[in-house]
């Protein structure tokens, strides 16, 4: 193991060391920069801090992102591998799918840095790893469309950046517990609206302007009324740099056309969105002039937004003012109507921007209400430092300065309070807690924001001068706060008297108070909203952001940002935090530059060394005493496949197995901390071998499906198999515990009237033996002996159920019997032979039959003969030679006016009963016959029949049911006589013209 271990790690280290917390000199920031420069020079931008991503832009394409890059990392270890931006998305989507539960991914730095590109290549790379479906893929593409019209409308252009996010953006990326991407959730925080009728040199406006002029189709432009020339509308030229060869907005509006179809926007809101884009346009192109009397007159007609020029005129250069019950209109100077105008315009566009956001998640929203986890991502513009900085710049950086309070809380602060809450020793490290910056900007009453709200909202005339007295007064002796007032003699030369100067965390920057108390108001003068309320376009009919423009109590934007500030970083509280610290090499967006004065001024300001320090200082790796053992128990034989301990003593014998030296690792509360990551890797490098050892698995190509390795799978799958098996058992078991207690209990209370105790016994006994019973049921009514003894509390239905199946099987029997003619031979042969012969009462038993031989069983040749005299009744019969008795089997067949003796197709002898003189049998237990024949018949050849039958009785009485004994009455005349045994004696002339000889005993019985 050891060997693997080293060789891998070798290979990590190859350029400088993939992750800071090896550096020997873990304090040394040169030797911080040393690493990072060096790997920079090889291309290789990412380095690690424990699980923190720097990033170094490299301001060219490094070939890094394909997808064959993303198959390398998908569900590869996170240490495994050299690091990535992809490394880190993969590792907490892992994470959030293993642990469930949700995660952000903190994406920080200067503006120019690459977050929002980082933030982008995550999401590429979910939008390609995760499981999909075809419906999933469209909301997989509109989780990746929603990103270029986003950026068209809300970034922009500025010097540090061409491509530079004017607005903060946190997106939600929604799971289902299969790992599939399903649905999306954006937040946008506090546009650069100023941008709209503003841009510094070297700036442009929001990218969508350009792209509208530039791409937009003739007959849009057309109906737009506007023209292919950005250099004719004001608001586009004011940075004097419309066209920027990085940037081609001709494709880019190809791009965001495609995208908001994609992301379903109708035909009606495309139209709306580019026809206020292009009233904004129009907007910027009014202007005014003085009158005789020095108020502004608007020169244009134009018919902006829908609404009638007329009242367009009005509304820009007029203000409304109410004088007790009336409302006077009051004339502004042409001064003033630029500022209503500029006002209105910004307030246009923040709104469409709004609407836009809404829209967009409108259509990533996911109605399915089953559990999701989350991974956010937060792309927040950077910490800016420009020559002049404004209201824009104090928001932003503020922001910066909230987001590193949330990463100290979270890393450094937490890390500390971990060690304390696991009884874990810790050495403090002394870090930068710029909780004071905060306060000094936020704090209730007493912070700058306060101040400029006071300032805006209390009566009289308020200016940025008033505002700077009032911080002044208040801020006097802070030592993060300085103005040209407050500042000693040598600083104050650096000051502007319009000036304050912030310390921040980042680095001291320098405020204009011009424009603060203006831009923090963000007023629309009321009349104002009323033109707006003329506008046909649906998206400015939008009542509750008209309401929050208009109404100046609740619609100070400096309070409002940090309200919203306030709402993210509760959002992300709630999360596991990954971060993503970005860094810009140069200032002039080259590659192949590193530039040490700048890089080490971020390093700095990102608090990358300090975040080194605490996790050197402390434990490079960190893992709940469950999630280490599930993922390293196959390890050690102890604790695979099951660890029936508690799971902190599972970890204490693995990490024993696995040969942990004291002094690398600590036993905490609930988790186990590994000092060194080469423990940690050698563990994994272990893991790895015997993952694939366990899970030989066939490989499968697609290891989207598959959000852990094969072998993992394999063990997670035979884990929750066995799972379910031993609950299966134990929920069994305690079922079988509670029958076996109530049996028991009922046994011994089987005798007691029924109860509760005993009802589920007795019912079982009822049962059990009912369920007997009917398998051992008497078979015939003959059968008197068999009869189940039944339990004490059966005795009853016993009697009764016996009466009732012996009532059943006469009834069969009885039906049986089907012909009542056949009850009446049994009566018959009962007469004839009851006392007479000794075998009689044997034959009792025997069953009827109207035949014995079923008519297939006759020859064929044999039935065609004799058929038309109608087949009485067949008996098979041995019939003994009359020389030398020799046995021959037969068939005897009685028909109408027969009886024949048959061998296969032959007829062996036919006697007529005309001709038959009398049967004999015996009166003993043989069942022998004997037709005596008449011998002077001419036709008959053969003599006397000796015949040897089993059912002898019963063929004897059916011989006398239709045999009649013919007499000659005078010669050529012949009669019949019938005989019939009964009790009575009787002898009449029947129906059929014979005479009925009725006897108590057959006369035709010899013996
Ligand atoms: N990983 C990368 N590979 C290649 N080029 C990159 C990379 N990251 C950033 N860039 C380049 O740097 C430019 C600026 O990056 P990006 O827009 O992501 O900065 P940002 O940090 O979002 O800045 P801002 O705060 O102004 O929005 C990109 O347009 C791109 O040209
Ligand atoms: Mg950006």
Partial sequence: MSVINRGSLTARDRVGIQDFVLLDAYTSETAFMDNLRKRFNENLIYTYIGTLLVSVNPYKELGIYTKKQMDIYMGVNFFELPPHIFALADNVYRTMISETNNHFILISGESGAGKTEASKKVLQFYAVCCPSTRLLDNVRDRLLLSNPV?????????????????????????????????????????LEKSRVVHQNHGERNFHIFYQLVEGGEDELLRWLGLERNCQKYRYLIQGECAKVSSINDKSDWKTVQKALTIIEFSEKDIEHLFAIIASVLHLGNVHFEASAHGYATLNSSAELLGIP??????????????????????????????????????????????WLVNKINESLVNKDSTRKTVIGLLDIYGFEVFDVNSFEQFCINFCNEKLQQLFIQLTLKSEQEEYEMEGIEWEPVPYFNNKIICDL???????????????????????????????????????????????????????????????????????????????????LYRNIKEVRSFAT????SWPDITEKIIDINSKIVATQFKSSLAGLTEILMTKDPWYVRCLKPNHCKQPDRFDDVMVRHQVKYLGLMEHLRVRRAGFAYRRRYEIFLKRYKALCPDTWPHWKGTPAEGVQ??????????????????????????????????????????????????????????????????TCWRGLQARRERERRAW????????????????????????????????????????????????????????????????????????????????????????????????????????????????????????????????????????????PVIKYDRNGFRPRFRQLIFTQAAAYLVEEAKIKQRVNYSSLKGVSVSDLSDNFLILHVTCDDTKQKVGDCLLYLTRMHYTYTELLSFCSVRFDIQPGKEGFVDFKSSSESMVYRAKNGHLMVVSPHNPMHTT
């Fill in 537 to 540: 376009v649906c998206i400015l």
């Fill in 736 to 875: 079988a515990v509670k029958v076996i207690k109530k049996f028991i209990k009922g046994f011994m209370n089987r005798n007691q009237p029924v109860s509760m105790d005993n009802s589920d016994y007795l019912a079982f006994v009822r049962q059990s033996y009912l369920t007997r019973l009917k398998d051992n049921l008497p078979k015939s009514v003959l059968d008197k002996t068999i009869w189940l003894t039944p339990p004490p509390i059966m005795q009853e239905a016993s009697v009764l159920l016996r009466k009732l199946h012996t009532r059943l099987l006469v009834r069969k029997y009885v039906r049986g019997i089907s012909a009542q003619q056949k009850l009446q031979i049994k009566a018959l042969t009962s007469d004839i032979f009851k006392g007479r012969k000794e075998n009689y009462p044997q034959s009792v038993c025997q069953p009827f039959a109207d035949t014995r031989i079923s008519e297939q069983d006759i020859n064929i040749k044999v039935l065609q003969l004799i058929c038309p005299e109608g087949i009485k009744y067949s008996v």
């Fill in 150 to 190: 986003l950026e068209a409308f809300g970034n922009a252009k500025t010097l540090k950046n061409d491509n530079s996010s004017r607005f903060g953006k946190y997106m939600d990326i929604q799971f289902d517990h299969q790992g599939a991407a399903v649905g999306g959730h954006i937040l946008s925080y506090l």
């Fill in 441 to 523: 900007v936020e704090e209730k009453h007493r912070g700058i924001i306060s101040i400029l709200d006071e300032e805006c909202l209390r009566p009289g005339e308020a200016t940025d001068f008033t505002f700077l007295e009032k911080l002044e007064e208040k801020m006097c002796g802070h030592p993060h706060f300085v103005t040209h007032k407050l500042a000693d003699q040598k600083t104050r030369k650096t000051l502007e008297r319009g000036d304050f100067r912030l310390l921040h965390y980042a680095g001291e920057v320098t405020y204009s108070v011009v424009g603060f108390i203006d831009k923090n108001n963000d007023l």
């Fill in 653 to 718: 014998r693995l990490i024993k197995h696995l040969g942990y030296k004291p002094d690398e690792y600590k036993m905490g509360r609930t988790k186990i901390f590994i000092r060194h990551p080469r423990t940690l890797f050698a563990t994994e490098d272990a893991f790895e071998i015997c993952k694939h050892e366990l899970g030989k698995a066939p490989a499968t190509s697609d290891k989207r499906r598959l959000p852990f390795p094969e072998g993992v799978v394999m063990i997670l799958i035979e």
């Fill in 309 to 354: 020029s007329n009242i367009l005129q009005e509304g820009l250069t007029h203000r409304k003012i109410e004088a007790k019950a009336e409302e006077v209109l009051s004339p502004f100077t042409a001064e003033h109507a630029k500022y209503a105008r500029d006002a209105l315009a910004k307030a246009i566009y923040g709104r469409t921007f709004t």
